[in-house]
């Protein structure tokens, strides 16, 4: 696999009949540019409404994933991930005109043929990996086991069981492209007879059928062909893996070990992974951040911003993703000028000054853009701002910031949120220009 992003050679379209609402749908890939990472974006909704891949927008995970943002949704988005994940690919628009992707023959096979058709392109940009630092263990109340253990390449083992322990299965794979397009895209999904009826009751599955679907009937096999693999179920299993996995938002390295997976059991161990993610980064010091590449110290920091003492919210960049993410640090001390009134005997950082530096960080990722330099950010709007946690002396703030548009050099929107300990403490949808001085 590229160590570098990836992302489509061409847009590419695909459609057909989806399997729990049984609509018709056109579902199209898009090439994205480094940063962007993987969006679902809903056509048939009025505006752009575009919805992150990522764990935090993980609603429901019966039967199978679905992700929201707002009043829009995605639902069953497994498949599709794990194809793009599984052949090597980092970013990528998914637009669709419904809710649910097509179904195709319940397996990703569909998926990794239009990437093919597409063509994968590498980007000059490093891809972001997360190595697993120490062992994560889940353990849940229907007896699925999740863990995920240090490894240098992304592992899966996994042990399928179905009801009264028909069908154990095991299989156990490291995840490369090649592989995954022999070995895992095929494997179709599968269903226990006595749990069609409930599924069709609750209007889960209207589209199924024996095309995209293998049905299990005692110790019979229904389905439009024989099995693909001999332990195909578990194959599955491991697609739905990586898919679920994907929501984390960067390629893993790590071995997964799964006992009776499922998608409620999958998420649970990526938010984990982002739990684990998030305090490795609270834990790094940012005296000893190194410089050069994509780390930018305060002094560059304030050759791009024109803000001084005391309204300088942004200590230090601590990574740089493409031209449209960006995550900067503020070091909240008890020294901080707003704590002699913001209150005595009980400092709080201001909600206002945490939205500020979220504009900081973003005017800088436009301030690099050739031409911008010397230039001043202005703030113009903010919406959908939410102050969850109070911040506090001591704490570390990492800001995160996404354009989600940009219109020529001058005028972004983005996305921003303040983390501290892993924790969202702030987020907003902000507006801002760069004007000349």
């Known amino acids: ?22 609509n018709e749908v056109v579902l199209t890939l898009h090439p994205a540019q480094p940063g962007h990472g993987m969006k679902f974006k809903r056509a048939d909704l009025p505006g752009e409404t575009v919805i992150d891949a990522r764990i935090d927008h993980v609603k429901t995970v019966e039967r199978a994933t679905t992700i929201a943002e707002g009043n829009a949704r995605v639902q069953t988005v497994e498949h599709v991930l794990s194809a793009l994940t599984g052949m090597g690919v980092d970013n990528c628009l998914i637009e669709m005109n419904a809710d649910e992707p097509p179904i195709g023959d319940g397996s990703a096979k569909q998926y990794v043929e239009l990437i093919k058709k597409a063509g994968i392109v590498e980007q000059p940009v490093p891809r972001a990996f997360y190595e697993v630092t120490e062992p994560i263990y889940i353990e849940t109340k229907s007896g699925s086991l999740m863990t995920i253990v240090p490894d240098p390449k992304f592992r899966v083992s996994c042990t399928n069981v179905g009801p009264d322990g028909r069908f154990t299965q095991f299989f156990s794979t490291e995840i490369t492209p090649a592989i995954y397009e022999k070995d895992i895209a095929p494997a179709r999904t599968f269903v226990y007879y006595e749990d069609v009826k409930p599924l069709m009751d609750k209007g889960l599955i209207k589209g199924g059928s024996l095309e995209n679907a293998v049905v299990i009937r005692g110790e019979q096999v229904l389905g439009k062909e024989p099995l693909r693999f001999r332990d195909e179920f578990v194959r599955h299993k491991i697609l739905d893996i990586v898919g679920d996995l994907s929501l984390l938002g960067r390629a893993i ?47 560059d920091v304030m050759k791009l911003l024109p803000h001084r003492f005391p309204f300088l919210m942004v200590d230090r960049i601590v990574s740089l993703d493409g031209e449209m993410k960006c995550t900067g640090v503020k070091n909240v001390t008890v020294n901080e000028y707003y704590f002699q009134g913001h209150f005595p005997g009980h400092p709080v950082m201001p909600g206002v000054l945490q939205l500020e530096a979220m504009a900081q960080v973003g005017s800088i990722l436009l301030l690099r853009i050739p ?53 969202v403490v702030s987020e907003a949808e902000m507006l801002f220009g760069i004007v000349d001085q």
């Open 371 to 423: 031409g911008n330099a010397g230039r001043i950010g202005y703030f113009m709007s903010a919406d959908e701002v939410k102050f969850r946690k109070p911040v506090v002396p001591g704490d570390t703030l990492f800001i995160e910031v996404e354009l989600t548009s940009k219109k020529g050099r001058s005028i972004a929107k983005a996305k921003g949120r303040c983390i501290v300990n892993g924790e």
């Open 253 to 299: 390295k790590g071995h997964v070990i799964a006992v009776k997976p499922g998608h409620g059991p999958n998420s649970d161990l990526c938010r984990a992974i982002a739990k684990q993610q998030a305090r490795a980064n609270a834990m790094i010091p940012p005296a000893v951040t190194p410089k050069g590449g994509d780390i930018l110290d305060v002094n």
């Open 1 to 22: 696999m590229s160590s570098n992003q990836c992302t489509l050679g061409k847009s590419v379209s695909v459609s057909g009949a989806s399997l729990h609402t049984g």
